[in-house]
Nanobody, 119 residues
Framework: QVQLVESGGGLVQAGGSLRLSCAASGRTFSPYDMGWFRQAPGKEREFVAR????????TYTDSVKGRFKISRDNVQKTMYLQMNSLKAEDTAVYYC????????????WGQGTQVTVSS
């Protein structure tokens, strides 16, 4: 069974940066891809970015393009989200997720880490 644990959230001023990490554990961890999602108060959870585990292909939602960068370390089984030029609207709980095959539901989720951007 895959377990995902996020870290790196916190309080930052607008324009600042944070780096989130998502550490995976499990003997047979070999996902097709991993992703970051976020949920702001009163809003539905939304997709932020994803990265294919083998080749490192990335996809971003439009609102974070040019500001956020997703990456992964296959050996350490860790995914990262470097967030720069943060805005108040980036405030949310950030979750990481993984799935075994393309097009599947995201079937493993972390517990979330809070990111708060003060304006």
């Amino acid at each position: 069974q895959v377990q995902l644990v996020e870290s790196g959230g916190g309080l930052v001023q607008a324009g600042g940066s944070l780096r989130l990490s998502c550490a995976a554990s499990g003997r047979t961890f070999s996902p097709y891809d991993m992703g970051w999602f976020r949920q702001a108060p009163g809003k539905e959870r939304e997709f932020v970015a994803r990265i294919t585990w083998s080749r490192g292909y990335t996809t971003y939602t439009d609102s974070v393009k040019g500001r956020f960068k997703i990456s992964r370390d296959n050996v350490q089984k860790t995914m990262y989200l470097q967030m720069n030029s943060l805005k108040a609207e980036d405030t949310a709980v950030y979750y990481c997720a993984s799935r075994r095959r393309a097009g599947d539901e995201w079937n493993s989720w972390g517990q979330g880490t809070q990111v708060t951007v003060s304006s």
